[in-house]
């Protein structure tokens, strides 16, 4: 028959109880029930085994087999003289002596690693550079459970012909946190509650959570496990033994430069992004003052289906997730491979923590950092993301905003990127968060164009689908994407629809060969960004940006001998007359709209061309005001489509941006008249601040068909 246990002792958070649940199907699969099942529900885990619950409290009291922990290499391990090591050594002495049978695995062990000391370093604790040698010959000695021990808390690092250990942060540096030690603390709770038995009646307790059991809670240390403290000693005991299933892993540097955080399941490098109370400084451990490197953050699955022991340790065996470029080695990579190609099977949820440090300088805490949801379905946007680390951009981007030298902007910038990125691989179907990463986007390039961080890189070229997967329908996102792609020309090849001379030059200093790069002048910490004549746009407001990209390339056309407005719409980024409408009637938030188009100019022109994928039409039928249009039609990049050309005054954008809307009105009226196009009105005014909106509405290109429907607006005697 098979019994179905509410384990309401074992939830996610904190992480001790998270691991008491793995504890518990391994202890009950190994030693009492091989076909017992586990899974989570809810914020509890469910055991289904053939005991019933008093057998399942009889097993723990009576008949459980503690694994063999230790740590000779460490703090009061108890293989030793001194004072310091007499709590454990007492320990091992009363397992040594005693009869009871639960403790024989636990006595060869012991007499196991004595031998091994003795042979490795004569008996005597070892010294730092005996550390390594010591481990290494454990790990070729011991064998059964208490190898499952020694793969969690330390792992081989191959260099070659040389092995190097190196340390999970899950135990500590090696089952030691500071002076203290993890194995004593096991050890402690070993004689408390299997030789001493002073804790039978919190057995409920650990398994059930059940309040109405008298003095359950002690004082147990259970360190970053579970850092309020209040825990028993079945507590830390069950967590350890549930711990031994996370084993490590040999690895080569060769893998990659991450291999220190491919040794443990699920265990990455720390990023600081992705949860409300996030800071850089989560990301290094200090030391005497020195920013050292961080002690990572590791992902805890969770899963909803029964699970046998053998599957749940496949699953922490096999933990590792995989982006195109590899194996995730840091918080960000580990969030975009699950969010986008999945993980192993059966995982539904992932409890993320990092170990931080807190209170004093020598303390870590497993600090839980949020969930993470393992989609049921990819989406296809996410493939988007990839952009982002092409060239290594997004590591760059870190390494520049962690320099001692960044500005403060920098870092707020990087970070608020990284924060609108975990947030988009959880909602990767939410418009306005992939419009959150446009916008941060355009911030970081913001900082870079004043001079720091530069040396990232401006952001890559981006795929066509990010226009889709950030198209909420608005008309602000519309412009922005019209204003974003346009160019003086387009190749006349059908097939080859490719800019000439993109709008993004404007914004930042790039290089003319090699435009997914900054121009710089200078070497080494001498670089500088290039100060051009060209770059008008700075992001501080919208209309000011519009009006200047307007005047520059009129500046530019004169000095080429052109009497046209060189801004032509790419293949199906246009913008329309209705949302020119909107736009004229203050209806809709211009400075948005720059701060979008200038993260959507790094989008690729050919790719583009070859697949454009244009936001949703705006249904509406509206017209700008009259006036508009004709000062529009006497700003053209070309001839009408039956082939009258409207020579271009720029004292008409000089005119509006000065607030003149009657002189531009009259200028546009005269062009329009020399083209044989008669309007309906003879003169007109607006207040400045609307005189200036026509005139950075100029910078949004429309199409011939668009022109020539102005045309007959105008004048209804056109053909």
């Known amino acids: 028959m098979i019994h179905i246990h509410d384990l309401n002792g074992c939830a996610p958070m904190p992480l001790a109880h998270y691991l008491k649940a793995l504890g518990i199907l391994r202890l009950v699969s190994e030693q009492a029930d091989q076909t017992a ?12 085994t053939t005991l019933d619950s008093v057998e399942l409290e009889n097993f ?45 695995v636990y006595k060869q062990v012991v007499l196991a690693v004595r031998n091994t000391i003795n042979r490795t370093t004569t008996g005597t604790k070892p010294n730092n550079d005996q550390v390594d040698a010591l481990i290494l010959a454990l790990k070729s000695t011991i064998r059964g459970k208490s190898a499952l021990w020694l793969d969690t808390v330390a792992s081989v690092l191959c260099t070659g012909d040389d092995k190097e250990i190196v340390y999970p942060a899950l135990f500590g540096t090696g089952g030691s946190e500071g002076s203290g030690s993890y194995t004593s603390a096991y050890m402690s709770a070993i004689d408390d509650c299997l030789i001493k038995k002073k804790w039978n009646h919190a057995v409920k307790q650990l398994l059930y959570a059940d309040n109405n059991v008298s003095n359950c809670y002690g004082n147990q240390t259970m360190g970053h496990f579970m850092p309020s403290g209040a825990a028993t000693p079945w507590d830390l005991l069950i967590a350890f033994e549930g711990a031994c299933m996370l084993r490590s892993a040999v690895v080569t540097r060769s893998e990659t430069s991450g291999s220190r955080w491919l040794s443990s399941p699920f265990y990455v490098a720390p990023v600081a992004a992705g ?52 194996r995730a080695t840091d918080g960000w990579s580990m969030a975009t491979a699950v969010a986008a190609h999945g993980t192993v099977r059966g995982v539904q949820e992932f409890i993320r923590y990092g170990y931080l440090q807190r209170n004093n300088l020598a303390t870590h805490f497993a600090v839980p950092l949020g969930r993470f949801l393992v989609p049921d379905k990819v989406s296809p946007a996410l493939a988007c993301l990839d952009d982002l680390d092409r060239f290594h951009w997004l590591n760059h981007l870190r390494r520049e905003a962690r320099d001692k030298k960044a ?15 975990f947030s988009i691989t959880q909602q990767p179907d939410n418009k306005s968060e992939w419009q959150a990463v446009l916008i941060a986007l355009a911030q970081v390039e913001g900082v870079m164009a004043t001079g720091s961080g530069f040396r990232a890189g401006p952001v890559p070229p981006l795929r066509p ?76 407001s919208g209309i000011d940006d519009a009006i200047a990209l307007v005047k520059r390339r009129l500046i530019e056309a004169a000095q080429k001998g052109w009497r046209r407005l060189p801004l032509t719409p790419a293949f199906k980024a246009y913008s329309t007359s209705a949302d020119l409408a909107h736009l004229l009637s203050g209806n809709l938030d211009i400075d948005r709209t720059m701060v979008l188009a200038r993260a959507i100019m790094s989008l690729d022109g050919k790719k583009w061309a070859a697949n454009p994928l244009p936001p949703k039409p705006n249904p509406e039928e509206a017209y700008p005001d009259d006036v508009w249009i004709a000062i529009r039609l ?44 008669i309007t309906t009105f003879h003169c007109g005014t607006v207040t400045t601040h609307v005189a200036r909106c026509w005139a950075a509405a100029l910078a949004f290109p429309i199409t011939q068909t668009t022109a020539a429907d102005f045309v007959r607006r105008l004048d209804p005697n056109a053909k």
């Open 275 to 326: 949860y409300i109370s996030n800071g850089q400084i989560d990301e290094y451990a200090l030391n005497k003052g020195k920013k050292m490197p961080g002690r990572g953050e590791q992902w805890f699955p969770i899963w909803r289906q029964p699970m046998t022991y053998g599957e749940t340790s496949r699953v922490f065996i096999e933990g590792r997730a995989v982006t195109k470029r590899g």
């Open 407 to 421: 500005p403060a902007r920098l870092a707020v910038a990087e970070r608020n990127l990284t924060d609108a990125l």
């Open 465 to 540: 689908e990010w226009v889709m997967a950030a198209d909420d329908g608005s008309p602000e996102y519309r412009l922005a994407v019209a204003f974003a792609l346009q160019a003086a020309a387009f190749g006349k090849n059908e097939m080859k629809r490719w800019p000439i001379d993109p709008v993004r030059r404007h914004w930042l200093p790039l290089d003319e060969n090699k435009p997914w790069r900054f121009a710089v002048s200078g070497t080494g910490s001498q670089a500088r960004l290039e100060s051009r004549s060209d770059v008008v746009i700075f992001g501080r």
């Open 60 to 104: 723990f009291l009576e008949k459980y087999e503690p694994t063999p922990l230790f740590n000779p290499w460490g703090a009061r391990s108890g293989f030793y003289p001194g004072s310091s090591e007499s709590t454990a050594r007492s320990v091992l002495q009363a397992i040594e002596q005693s009869s009871d049978a639960r403790f024989s």
């Open 634 to 677: 006497a700003m053209l990049p070309w001839t009408l489509p039956d082939g009258r050309k409207i020579g271009i005054d720029p004292a008409i954008i000089r005119r509006l941006e000065s607030g003149d809307a009657a002189t531009a009105i009259e200028l546009a009226r005269r062009r329009l008249m020399a083209a044989g196009i």
């Open 37 to 48: 099942r586990g899974w989570w529900e809810g914020e509890r885990f469910r055991l289904a």
